[in-house]
């Protein structure tokens, strides 16, 4: 599902949500003009006037959802966290794919002392599409700004545990539930907070390795810190630097537990989640015996993660079929880089609102996606894009094959917590799918083909498997977008950077230090990844493509270009239609390539873009 689709999906669902059906006031005004004024009047602090506007939309639509979630609002900054919460429960049960009123209840709840709730609220908030937001209300808290600027004091000089923590440890840090939450669902890019996270961790392993009675005394908040960062450091393949002292204990708190292991000697709760910071369970030996012993829940929820589930995909890679041989030497290369670091590492299914809402019949499929399609996604990785187009077209049959057996193995896990039945997954190299002897609706292949020996020849393939009048999406990187990662690249190589997690490690400390002159590294959500950065700057093979390639490869093999998906800015296609006056024509490449030239970082991520093929 492209961004188009996507915010077409989320504004049809809004309007059923909140508006749908909605009544005219006598003078005229609309529920949606009234309930924007009211929203408008709340942000300029006029508070009686929007409470007032908020309860006459209610009189009418008891389950309005914008007013009952700004009333929830007000109550909530007056300290009436319990009238709020019964707000935000009423919303919720109106519209129970809501993320804001979701993440809103947590706050009330968090201040009710109802933890559980708390952490559940904000656990649906962000499985909802709360997780790019995630970052921003975590670094807005007082107790997260203020160790961030501690640290930003001394920046790049270190600083101590005592001068970042003070007497207090970690403890008003392991207190903030949106952080635990968030830690435990999604990657956080963010350079000031993987320092902190950093620091949080080196303390955690100095409370592990204390004596017994202190390590006995550690409650309840510090070991669910300790389990969701480690479920943080798994999710980002442990990218965090480490000193060799603290390398050091960190082996030992690892020994020590497999020792405890072996006896059946006691592993307290924290000790495990510690070692769990630094190293994969899976990767322990005899680790799958910790299943048989008894845990508090967050120390389960890490097993799960950490363990149970990497054992069942590696139970799954033997189950994979292979479709065609991978004989190419370049895309063996890529194999192997792709079996030691899947990609990406996801985990949060971007589509939860739009399908929920989609089986409950608020959404209701278009004639497109409800057809039967025969649909090839070339190159699924860990299997985020197939499992999108999945559940965007229920009714379609989807071939989704990878290079990479263990990011396969990824996706067919995440595909069965799912429910969906209609992907099948194979191995295959692009280059030889003109061998399988089936042809497709529509086939997609974003972020693939510059990773081979020769693109332009896998992408001919991919257009010989597609019937007539069929369309295929193509994501590509660009050559001038891409200047930033070619200079990173070129100081990779001269200062002898491997593609190994530890000279990884090595050179994103380096980029921190130098941030300055790499803003776009450090933005990129990639980044903070050791499958993302290898990925993004370590790649064992990468092209990158021009409009005008692109235009000729199009022209040659009687295509039509499409379009290119929507922009995340929409200041792009202003300045495309200023550029070009009265001509603009968003399906012009000789317009987008004179554009491009102008604005380079127009194209960062890839041009994604739609292609037809001639329905003769």
């Given at each position: 599902?492209?961004?188009?689709?996507?915010?077409?999906?989320?504004?049809?669902?809004?309007?059923?949500?909140?508006?749908?059906?909605?009544?005219?006031?006598?003078?005229?005004?609309?529920?949606?003009?009234?309930a924007a004024e009211a929203s408008r009047l709340r942000a300029i602090g006029r508070i009686h006037e929007?409470?007032?506007?908020?309860?006459?939309?209610?009189?009418?639509?008891?389950?309005?959802?914008?007013?009952?979630?700004?009333?929830?609002?007000?109550?909530?900054?007056?300290?009436?966290?319990?009238?709020?919460?019964?707000?935000?429960?009423?919303?919720?049960?109106?519209?129970?794919?809501?993320?804001?009123?979701?993440?809103?209840?947590?706050?009330?709840?968090?201040?009710?002392?109802?933890?559980?709730?708390?952490?559940?609220?904000?656990?649906?908030?962000?499985?909802?599409?709360?997780?790019?937001?995630?970052?921003?209300?975590?670094?807005?808290?007082?107790?997260?700004?203020?160790?961030?600027?501690?640290?930003?004091?001394?920046?790049?000089?270190?600083?101590?545990?005592?001068?970042?923590?003070?007497?207090?440890?970690?403890?008003?840090?392991?207190?903030?539930?949106?952080?635990?939450?968030?830690?435990?669902?999604?990657?956080?890019?963010?350079?000031?907070?993987?320092?902190?996270?950093?620091?949080?961790?080196?303390?955690?392993?100095?409370?592990?390795?204390?004596?017994?009675?202190?390590?006995?005394?550690?409650?309840?908040?510090?070991?669910?810190?300790?389990?969701?960062?480690?479920?943080?450091?798994?999710?980002?393949?442990?990218?965090?630097?480490?000193?060799?002292?603290?390398?050091?204990?960190?082996?030992?708190?690892?020994?020590?537990?497999?020792?405890?292991?072996?006896?059946?000697?006691?592993?307290?709760?924290?000790?495990?989640?510690?070692?769990?910071?630094?190293?994969?369970?899976h990767a322990l030996p005899t680790a799958e015996t910790l299943l048989r012993r008894d845990w508090p829940?967050?120390?389960?929820?890490?097993?799960?993660?950490?363990?149970?589930?990497?054992?069942?995909?590696?139970?799954?890679?033997?189950?994979?079929?292979?479709?065609?041989?991978?004989?190419?030497?370049?895309?063996?290369?890529?194999?192997?880089?792709?079996?030691?670091?899947?990609?990406?590492?996801?985990?949060?299914?971007?589509?939860?609102?739009?399908?929920?809402?989609?089986?409950?019949?608020?959404?209701?499929?278009?004639?497109?996606?409800?057809?039967?399609?025969?649909?090839?996604?070339?190159?699924?990785?860990?299997?985020?894009?197939?499992?999108?187009?999945?559940?965007?077209?229920?009714?379609?049959?989807?071939?989704?094959?990878?290079?990479?057996?263990?990011?396969?193995?990824?996706?067919?896990?995440?595909?069965?917590?799912?429910?969906?039945?209609?992907?099948?997954?194979?191995?295959?190299?692009?280059?030889?799918?003109?061998?399988?002897?089936?042809s497709f609706d529509h086939i997609e292949s974003v972020g693939v083909l510059h990773h081979l020996a020769?693109?332009?020849?896998?992408?001919?393939?991919?257009?010989?498997?597609?019937?007539?009048?069929?369309?295929?999406?193509?994501?590509?990187?660009?050559?001038?977008?891409?200047?930033?990662?070619?200079?990173?690249?070129?100081?990779?190589?001269?200062?002898?950077?491997?593609?190994?997690?530890?000279?990884?490690?090595?050179?994103?400390?380096?980029?921190?230090?130098?941030?300055?002159?790499?803003?776009?590294?450090?933005?990129?959500?990639?980044?903070?990844?050791?499958?993302?950065?290898?990925?993004?700057?370590?790649?064992?093979?990468?092209?990158?493509?021009?409009?005008?390639?692109?235009?000729?490869?199009?022209?040659?093999?009687?295509?039509?270009?499409?379009?290119?998906?929507?922009?995340?800015?929409?200041?792009?296609?202003?300045?495309?239609?200023?550029?070009?006056?009265?001509?603009?024509?968003?399906?012009?490449?000789?317009?987008?390539?004179?554009?491009?030239?102008?604005?380079?970082?127009?194209?960062?991520?890839?041009?994604?873009?739609?292609?037809?093929?001639?329905?003769?």
């Amino acid at each position: 599902m492209n961004r188009k689709e996507r915010r077409a999906a989320e504004k049809q669902r809004g309007a059923s949500a909140g508006s749908a059906n909605a009544p005219a006031f006598a003078a005229g005004i609309g529920v949606a003009d009234l309930a924007a004024e009211a929203s408008r009047l709340r942000a300029i602090g006029r508070i009686h006037e929007t409470q007032a506007i908020c309860r006459d939309i209610l009189a009418r639509e008891p389950d309005h959802v914008q007013s009952l979630n700004l009333l929830g609002l007000i109550a909530q900054a007056a300290g009436d966290h319990r009238g709020a919460a019964k707000l935000f429960a009423k919303a919720i049960a109106a519209d129970e794919v809501n993320a804001a009123c979701h993440y809103n209840a947590g706050n009330s709840y968090q201040a009710l002392g109802q933890r559980g709730k708390a952490a559940a609220h904000f656990s649906k908030a962000l499985a909802l599409g709360m997780e790019d937001k995630a970052l921003a209300f975590i670094l807005q808290s007082p107790v997260i700004a203020g160790y961030v600027g501690r640290i930003a004091s001394k920046w790049p000089l270190a600083i101590t545990s005592a001068e970042l923590f003070g007497g207090e440890s970690i403890a008003p840090l392991a207190k903030d539930l949106f952080l635990r939450c968030a830690m435990e669902a999604t990657t956080l890019p963010s350079m000031q907070l993987e320092l902190l996270l950093g620091h949080a961790r080196a303390e955690l392993l100095r409370l592990a390795g204390a004596p017994g009675k202190d390590r006995a005394a550690v409650d309840d908040d510090i070991v669910g810190f300790a389990c969701a960062l480690a479920r943080q450091c798994f999710i980002s393949e442990y990218a965090y630097a480490q000193s060799a002292a603290e390398s050091g204990d960190a082996d030992a708190l690892r020994d020590r537990l497999l020792q405890n292991l072996a006896s059946g000697a006691t592993i307290t709760p924290l000790t495990l989640a510690v070692v769990a910071a630094y190293f994969p369970l899976h990767a322990l030996p005899t680790a799958e015996t910790l299943l048989r012993r008894d845990w508090p829940a967050s120390v389960a929820g890490l097993l799960r993660v950490q363990l149970r589930e990497p054992l069942e995909e590696a139970g799954d890679r033997a189950r994979i079929a292979a479709l065609t041989p991978i004989k190419d030497s370049v895309s063996v290369q890529v194999m192997h880089q792709y079996q030691e670091n899947p990609y990406p590492r996801w985990t949060i299914n971007p589509l939860t609102a739009f399908a929920a809402d989609q089986a409950r019949g608020k959404i209701a499929p278009t004639a497109e996606r409800q057809a039967e399609l025969e649909i090839l996604i070339a190159g699924c990785g860990t299997g985020s894009h197939a499992i999108q187009i999945a559940q965007v077209y229920p009714n379609a049959r989807l071939l989704a094959v990878d290079i990479s057996l263990t990011s396969l193995a990824y996706a067919r896990r995440k595909t069965r917590e799912l429910g969906l039945r209609n992907i099948d997954y194979a191995q295959a190299d692009i280059l030889e799918l003109g061998a399988i002897g089936r042809s497709f609706d529509h086939i997609e292949s974003v972020g693939v083909l510059h990773h081979l020996a020769e693109p332009t020849a896998g992408w001919r393939v991919l257009v010989s498997l597609l019937r007539p009048g069929g369309k295929m999406r193509i994501g590509l990187y660009s050559e001038l977008a891409r200047r930033v990662i070619v200079e990173a690249r070129a100081r990779i190589a001269t200062r002898g950077y491997r593609a190994t997690a530890d000279d990884i490690r090595r050179c994103r400390q380096e980029i921190f230090r130098e941030a300055e002159h790499w803003p776009m590294l450090i933005g990129a959500r990639d980044f903070y990844s050791i499958s993302g950065c290898r990925d993004l700057l370590f790649n064992v093979m990468e092209h990158r493509l021009t409009i005008p390639e692109i235009a000729a490869f199009l022209h040659d093999n009687d295509l039509s270009f499409q379009g290119f998906e929507p922009f995340d800015d929409p200041t792009v296609l202003e300045k495309f239609r200023k550029q070009f006056p009265d001509t603009a024509d968003e399906t012009d490449l000789e317009q987008w390539h004179r554009f491009e030239v102008d604005h380079p970082e127009t194209f960062w991520d890839m041009y994604v873009f739609m292609a037809g093929k001639s329905a003769r």
